[in-house]
């Protein structure tokens, strides 16, 4: 063969290489996305993270925070931080945490908006804790509120997901497989013991989640003890709470909105006041009502079976500081502790039982009663019948309020408050029920003027503004004891004098 055969060869050999390269390449990089794609399940949208997955060979994920409120200062909080800063920062997540998966735990929420906030945090901490994977927890829709929202019509699933890929992995579904499995009936469904610590978990539903693969938790209230739980458990729930779980775009946008023109009208007041048809018939507390008013509460209290107390004796139950404060309760309360009757009052609640009429002392002394549904008319009618949206709502509005004041210590009274807390402390009124309820009857048989009612409301509440302190404990006894949400101190800047205790 002569010299140009040789080299037309050569060529010939070279294109058949580089096409043969080229192939390769290109089986190569898909395999990549198809490896990637089984690896993350499911590809997290750009437009919600800021970001995109990597390529590969990096598993570096970029997340754009978005700022939570704006108060008045013009400054941003945003919400993984008790700093605030001007602009979103871009905050790179470290790579995903690799353990060896020891099944899948499913988790049903029970109860209203905040007490599933704090169910959610303590399953996130048991499913790291068990090197398990957690499904996106279901949200409760058969209890009183009926509220149909899922967890992401509520919180940021995408961002929970990614902002936790470091400790546990979480999934929105089971894979195809256990889910076909689940849905033929074949699964495990089990409420976990109330308040148990960490080695209940551990030594009893470690095995039934390695024996069955998939556990089913149908109750997660309180299920996770408030003391006595190694820090690095402790700081993952607040982790959860004050940093993973943020609202949905659509619902901090309100939420600025409604701050922006409360802001733009001075200081406000955010009162929970705990006095809809549902907490008064759960509770049996019924002084002001009218005797119908009291037949009714009765009525749809024995309506729901899973309301274990029946029999209630309102007077009694009123004595001991076990009923939430009325209208014209708080309306005193408010006087006595000097808020400036120009101030906005925000009610942060559902609609109040007794409508104009239990409200008239508050509004008479506080003109500027405000609500969100008057505060932005139009803006809230994708919101209706969905409770836990606009708890959502006021739950934003209370973090950023110059006061909150709870009329009862429900669980969005207490989560909220700990998160004030977590935000620095900001001033939070937690009212002494008993004593309130026994001066307002001496004030109104005039037994007691209206000086020393103020006084006396005034000296006894100045320890009570959610300064810095330890929680109680009461050995076992954990209903009685502070709960841990209401004050996680483990996760605070404590002054030193408490940081030693």
Avoid at 13 to 25: C, H, N
Avoid at 194 to 211: F, R
Avoid at 308 to 335: F, H, Q
Avoid at 459 to 475: E, K, L
Wanted: aromatic share 8%.
């Amino acid at each position: 063969m002569g010299a140009g055969g040789k080299a037309a060869k050569a060529r010939r050999a070279a294109r058949v290489s580089l096409w043969v390269a080229r192939a390769s390449t290109t089986v190569l990089l898909w395999t990549c996305v198809v490896l990637l794609a089984a690896a993350f399940g499911e590809r997290l949208a750009s437009s919600v993270l800021g970001g995109v997955w990597p390529g590969c060979l990096t598993q570096t994920l970029i997340i754009v925070q978005r700022p939570l409120l704006l108060p008045a200062d013009g400054e941003r909080v945003v919400h993984t931080a008790i700093s605030t800063t001007a602009a979103s920062a871009a905050v790179a997540l470290p790579p995903k945490r690799i353990y060896k998966n020891n099944g899948y735990l499913m988790v049903s929420c029970n109860g209203g908006l905040n007490q599933m906030r704090a169910a959610i945090c303590d399953m996130v901490t048991v499913a790291r804790y068990l090197n398990v994977t957690l499904i996106v927890p279901e949200l409760d829709k058969t209890s009183f509120w009926a509220d149909p929202s899922e967890f992401q019509d509520i919180f940021d699933v995408d961002y929970f997901i990614a902002s936790l890929r470091e400790e546990v992995r979480i999934l929105k579904e089971l894979p195809p497989r256990l889910k076909k499995r689940v849905e033929m009936g074949y699964l495990r469904s089990m409420p976990p013991v109330s308040w148990s610590d960490i080695s209940y978990y551990q030594n009893q539903i470690l095995p039934i989640i390695k024996k069955y693969k998939v556990l089913h938790l149908n109750r997660t209230d309180a299920r996770l003890a408030n003391n006595d739980l190694p820090m690095e458990i402790q700081k993952l729930r607040c982790r959860v709470n004050f940093a993973a779980l943020r609202f949905t775009p659509e619902i901090e946008e309100l939420g600025r909105r409604v701050v922006r023109i409360l802001r733009q009208n001075g200081p406000f007041v955010v009162l929970h006041l705990r006095y809809e048809m549902d907490m008064l018939a759960f509770s049996g507390c019924t002084h002001g009502c009218s005797h119908e008013e009291a037949e009714e509460l009765t009525r749809m209290r024995y309506a729901y079976p899973w309301w274990k107390e029946k029999v209630i004796d309102s007077n009694a139950k009123r004595k001991d500081g076990l009923c939430p404060l009325t209208p014209e309760e708080i309306a005193l309360v408010l006087k006595a502790l000097d808020i400036d009757p120009s101030y906005q009052i925000y009610i942060a609640a559902g609609e109040i039982y007794g409508g104009q009429r239990r409200m008239a002392a508050l509004t008479s002394a506080y003109p500027n009663v405000v609500r969100k549904e008057t505060l932005l008319p139009s803006g809230l009618r994708f919101f209706q019948n969905h409770s836990s949206q606009m708890a959502a709502l006021d739950y934003m509005v209370s973090l950023e309020s110059d006061v909150f004041i709870p009329t009862y210590d429900g669980n969005m009274a207490k989560v909220v408050e700990g998160h004030r807390r977590y935000l620095g402390f900001k001033k939070t009124v937690l009212l002494d029920r008993k004593l309130i309820v026994e001066l307002v009857d001496q004030y109104k048989n005039g037994t007691l003027s209206w000086t020393d009612f103020s006084s006396s409301v005034k000296a006894s509440h100045t320890s009570r503004m959610g300064a810095p302190s330890r929680r109680q404990v009461i050995p076992d006894k954990p209903k009685e004891e502070d709960y841990f949400y209401a004050n996680p101190h483990e996760c605070l800047h404590q002054p030193d004098e408490l940081s030693a205790l």
